[in-house]
């Protein structure tokens, strides 16, 4: 019967669960700051890897022609 407003009760529950969570996230901690460096540091130096190997595929590719 009170059907409606049970679900706006529980709207209005999970939301303000929803908001509490996360206003409290805290700061990122001094290893991972690190990690997301080592992240980024990683990537680049995998991005330039891929440039390397694509330098040394195209000679190779028009030597076989």
Known sequence: ????REC???LLIAAALLISVTGCQKEKGPA???GAEIDKATEKVGQQ???AGDR???PAKSDKK
């Not at 019967?1 to 409606?4: E, G, I």
């Open 32 to 34: 991972e700051r690190a």
């Open 49 to 51: 890897l891929e440039r």
């Open 1 to 4: 019967m009170n059907r409606p």
């Open 56 to 58: 040394i595929q195209d």
């Open 8 to 10: 706006a009760r529980a």
